[in-house]
């Protein structure tokens, strides 16, 4: 899949869209930007939003797989991008 034409800008909005209530949620998306900011693909950027959709308890169930994706947010760009969240550090 190809890398998405992300300006600094695109990134920075798409970083402010992420940051959470919890800390522990911010903790996962801070590592994911670290790692893959550079290399983000249309795919990544679309499954993170409908993730960041979601309550940070949710999320949080999500980021330690407490829970699959399930109805509307069980695509596979989500499901993506979580592999990528929950890599450890």
């Known amino acids: 899949m190809e890398t998405a ?3 600094p800008t695109d990134v920075s909005r798409l970083k402010w869209r992420c940051r959470r209530g919890l ?9 994911f930007f670290r790692r893959y900011e550079h290399s983000l693909t249309l795919s990544q950027v679309e499954g993170l939003q409908h993730l960041m959709d979601l309550a940070d308890n949710d999320l949080l169930d999500l980021l330690l ?3 699959d994706p399930e109805g509307d947010l069980d695509r596979a760009e989500v499901r993506d991008v979580l592999v ?6």
Do not use: M
């Open 5 to 7: 034409p992300l300006n």
């Open 23 to 31: 800390l522990e949620n911010d903790l996962f998306v801070e590592r």
């Open 65 to 67: 797989a407490r829970k």
């Open 84 to 89: 990528l969240l929950r890599q450890p550090g």
